[in-house]
């Protein structure tokens, strides 16, 4: 399965190898100031290792064996796990979501995103004339779909919407009719507004604090959006110091060390902490980008581009949720915040584009 020729140093990215590596020390730092014991810190450490052990197991790996061979069972094994969730699942947070084995906890809807990813690209890989067809559409949807539905039926949310931006990002590459792109935006848009009298009362609380700040009880439901903005301002151009926070160190913020590792990084490490994370991201993106124009297969293309539209996503929804522009949805950021399962599906991503990278030359 490794193709042993293929390790030529001079063939890898090391900035897409190292971008990510340096973003989860970053976050493993914040997460050390805000968590409140060093558990959590050796364990993002152990899954960093992993992550990093399981990117270079793939990098030497034929990215087209993974996606036309390994892919569908991958994707039906994720399957079996989120069912089994549901039955045996660990509820944390009212979200059940996490599976015990072997007293190891991990989170399988993690790995889902990717194991869609795979198919996505796999069923698109041949190239179509013309624009998507509504039958390869409903074919997306039914690789989508039983994910979602059996993410959405553990309570997380989150990640339940990440799969409509993965959705999305193929859908668009693919080759959808501009027509039929305006009416899905407009679609949604619609139902987004239908679905808000429906939502459970604390969803709707989250969106109101949002969408007026004035009236957010800052005891209840606008009590973590509130404390976030606070250590964001509060964290000037330099910081307060690495380990001299307040909001996250002194439990202010609560559960900083997870959706609000941002704030942490804004309040320990000002503006220049911020500026640092976002250039790491940009770079990270910027090489993803690089990687899929430069690669010979449509399969090795729309793999790497389904997970920068993951990750810019998860960027951009978390960041407003730190700085009270999105209701908080319990989507973490990239890499920094901490959960173990989260490092090691984006490292499987950059293994793959690591993969697709090494063989660019290849027909």
């Given at each position: ?7 030529r140093?001079?063939?890898?990215d090391w ?32 899954s960093?290792c ?6 270079l ?7 087209r ?13 994720v ?9 045996f699942?660990?509820?944390i ?6 599976l ?13 995103k ?22 390869d ?16 039926a ?9 799969f409509?931006a ?15 792109l ?10 987004l ?17 949002i969408i ?10 606008g ?25 996250g ?41 690089a ?64 993969s697709v ?7």
């Amino acid at each position: 399965m490794v193709d042993l020729s293929q390790k030529r140093l001079k063939d890898v990215d090391w900035l897409l190898l190292l971008s990510p590596i340096a973003l989860t020390v970053l976050g493993c730092v914040a997460i050390n100031s805000s968590a409140p014991d060093g558990s959590y810190l050796k364990k993002q450490i152990i899954s960093l290792c992993l992550g990093l052990a399981i990117a270079l197991a793939i990098m030497f790996t034929d990215y087209r064996k993974i996606v036309m061979i390994i892919a569908p069972f991958f994707y039906a094994g994720v399957l079996v796990l989120l069912v089994a969730v549901l039955v045996f699942g660990k509820e944390i947070h009212g979200n059940k979501a996490w599976l015990n084995l072997g007293g190891f906890s991990f989170q399988p809807s993690e790995f889902a995103k990717a194991a869609t990813i795979l198919m996505l690209a796999r069923h698109l890989a041949t190239p179509r004339p013309g624009s998507l067809s509504i039958r390869d559409m409903a074919i997306m949807l039914a690789i989508a779909m039983p994910p979602i539905i059996l993410i959405y039926a553990e309570h997380d949310t989150g990640t339940t919407l990440t799969f409509g931006a993965i959705l999305g990002t193929f859908f668009f590459l693919g080759g959808m009719r501009k027509s039929l792109l305006v009416a899905g935006v407009v679609l949604v848009a619609v139902g987004l507004v239908a679905a808000y009298p429906h939502l459970k009362g604390y969803q709707r609380e989250r969106i109101k604090v949002i969408i007026h700040p004035e009236e957010a009880d800052p005891k209840g439901f606008g009590y973590q959006t509130i404390q976030s903005v606070i250590a964001v301002g509060s964290g000037g151009v330099l910081g307060k110091g690495i380990g001299h926070g307040t909001q996250g160190k002194l439990g202010f913020l609560p559960f900083a060390w997870t959706d609000f590792i941002g704030a942490v990084v804004a309040e320990e490490m000002g503006l220049v902490g911020i500026l640092l994370m976002m250039v790491l991201y940009l770079l990270l993106i910027w090489r993803l980008i690089a990687v899929a124009k430069g690669s010979r297969e449509r399969s090795g293309s729309l793999l790497v581009m389904g997970f920068v539209g993951l990750i810019t996503f998860h960027i951009l929804c978390n960041l407003g949720m730190v700085v009270a522009l999105m209701p908080i949805m319990g989507i973490p950021l990239p890499l920094m915040s901490y959960g173990g399962t989260a490092v090691m599906a984006m490292f499987m991503g950059v293994g793959l584009a690591l993969s697709v990278r090494m063989r660019r030359f290849v027909n």
